[in-house]
């Protein structure tokens, strides 16, 4: 079977990096981006089964990409979920509002973030 593909859009190198081994370990194949531009370039490569977003970004921020996503009528509803350090009173309200599937502050908890994932990705594998 294929490992579903996760793409994680992340410019700090050292969550990039536990990202990774968290999601391999769990039996996905990650690509990763940096950047918005490396984001909308990974998305046209190959579409992910899901995006992990952070959400403060070089290049315009998580919310923009996510909404290219949206409005692109070539890229199939897939879930992303945003993933931030400024986990502030409304924070999650504002990113479920802006059309996240999920959310996940930083820093993760290493346990429960393939569990999150894995979650999401049978919620809306199931809606379908
Ligand atoms: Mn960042």
Do not use: W
Not at 71 to 95: C, K, N, S, W, Y
Not at 96 to 120: H, L, N, V
């Amino acid at each position: 079977m294929q490992r579903p593909r996760i793409l994680v859009v992340e410019d700090d190198a050292r969550s990039q990096r536990l990202f990774r081994d968290i999601l391999e370990l769990a039996g996905y194949d990650v690509c990763q981006a940096r950047s918005v531009e490396e984001g909308r370039c990974r998305l046209r490569d190959a579409v992910p089964a899901l995006v992990v977003m952070d959400i403060q970004l070089p290049g315009g921020g998580g919310e923009l990409l996510l909404s290219e996503m949206r409005e692109d009528p070539l890229l199939p509803r897939i879930p992303v979920i945003a993933v931030t350090a400024f986990a502030m009173a409304g924070d999650r309200q504002r990113l479920i509002q802006a059309g996240f599937d999920g959310y996940i502050s930083k820093p993760i908890d290493t346990r429960s973030f393939a569990e999150t994932i894995a979650a999401i990705l049978e919620e809306h594998a199931n809606e379908r």
